[in-house]
């Protein structure tokens, strides 16, 4: 039971530390969490995917009804059924008007169905059942029947898996309805299937068109949904190419985050140091937070002179955090008088969960403040060494 509770303190630490150090970027965060959680689902990496979608629920993140359907979907493939049941519970009891409710009833029929309980079979399962049969043994008629189910009023989860069946036949009208369907912002539901479909397919065609659609569209939600298939696709090249060539802000941005999100520190070290990147250096030193980038954030922390991004670049050595971060931390710390950097030192390490690091600042810091700080952050974490140090001071030791 104290281990589990430790360990609930941590995970409890750790979404204050975030919410405090991130503030507005929390958000940025939480969509690299996201992002992450669909890699590991496309790599069939579920027991990581499982952990990330349940970090992502513990943020209260704005897609708390995605991260629940996704943690059910990845506790299933670990073979925690019942876990998964009562995941898609909670999700049907705190979002009752949420988009993933179908997808969450057809999961919750498969998951049903493999343990041999007996459930109704209603009209959206038989239709998804006849998808699987086109899907099988694909017929000259199939590209009709799929067009006209899509052009219907079929469920959410319907017409996606009518959209995946489509691009596995091997028909050029097929691929040719989809493009269209990827480059028409008036049907969004459908254009966000369909851009995602041509992603996961990763074809040399598929790759061409979502840049054709992307250079001649002038709609921003567009453009982002393309940039995040690339991510699903592994194009890291060509992401790295728009999140060089973009113009629009909020789009160089996506891309230099999804960049980030596909661990591509070394490119964003070059970004960062490039001067045409001079108004996108927080966005490059989140990216790197987010893409295990501890290194290359050691590196511009060793070099940058401006306090803020340093500041900034501290913070993100918090998240990025390895083994090998902690004592670099204790020694940014003793180099740097700048009571910011300091701060941002302590938020790090209390992500780190760093205990000792945190006590040592405790006993020698005679800033009042900065001690203060140390001090609220040591008494969060719950762990033995924390929890040895207070016991001394309540037994009246120094």
Not at 22 to 48: C, F, H, P, R, S
Not at 217 to 246: P, R, V
Not at 286 to 295: C, M, Y
Not at 318 to 343: C, F, H, M, P
Request: charged share 25%; glycine share 6%.
């Amino acid at each position: 039971m104290k281990a589990k509770f430790s360990q609930l303190c941590k995970k409890k630490s750790l979404a204050i530390a975030i919410a405090l150090m991130l503030g507005g970027q929390t958000v940025m965060a939480q969509e690299g969490l996201y992002e992450k959680g669909q890699i590991q689902l496309d790599n069939k990496e579920y027991k990581a995917a499982r952990d990330t979608f349940a970090d992502l629920v513990q943020t209260g993140s704005a897609k708390q009804d995605a991260a629940l359907y996704w943690l059910a979907y990845s506790q299933f493939k670990n073979g925690y059924d019942q876990r998964a049941l009562n995941t898609l519970s909670q999700l049907a009891r705190d979002h009752s008007e949420s988009r993933w409710l179908d997808d969450a009833a057809a999961l919750k029929i498969e998951i049903q169905d493999e343990n041999g309980q007996s459930i109704d079979v209603d009209n959206e399962e038989m239709k998804l059942y006849a998808l699987n049969s086109l899907m099988n043994s694909p017929s000259e008629k199939s590209f009709g029947i799929l067009k006209k189910l899509l052009a219907g009023n079929s469920s959410k989860q319907v017409k996606n898996r009518a959209l995946f069946v489509l691009s596995q036949i091997n028909d050029p009208k097929a691929f040719d309805f989809i493009s269209v369907l990827a480059g028409d912002s008036t049907n969004t539901q459908l254009q966000e299937e369909a851009i995602r479909v041509l992603g996961i397919s990763g074809s040399e065609q598929s790759m061409t068109q979502l840049i054709n659609i992307y250079r001649s569209s002038d709609n921003e939600a567009t453009k982002i949904k393309i940039l995040h298939s690339y991510m699903i696709a592994g194009q890291s090249e060509q992401l790295i190419e728009l999140a060089k060539l973009e113009s629009n802000p909020v789009l160089k941005k996506q891309a230099i985050h999804l960049v980030g999100v596909m661990s591509n520190a070394d490119v964003l070290l070059e970004m960062y140091r490039s001067a045409e990147f001079k108004d996108f250096r927080s966005e490059i030193l989140h990216a790197l937070a987010i893409g295990d980038g501890a290194e290359a954030l050691l590196e511009i922390v060793n070099s940058e002179e401006d306090q803020q991004l340093l500041t900034e670049a501290v913070q993100k050595v918090g998240i990025s955090g390895n083994d090998a971060t902690a004592g670099y931390l204790a020694k940014i710390y003793q180099e740097n008088d700048n009571s910011e950097v300091r701060k941002a030192v302590i938020q790090s390490l209390f992500i780190q969960d760093d205990s000792a690091g945190l006590s040592n600042i405790v006993k020698t810091e005679n800033d009042p403040v900065l001690k203060r700080e140390a001090l609220q952050k040591l008494s969060l974490l719950g762990s033995d060494e924390s929890l040895k140090f207070f016991d001394d001071i309540l037994n009246g030791e120094d």
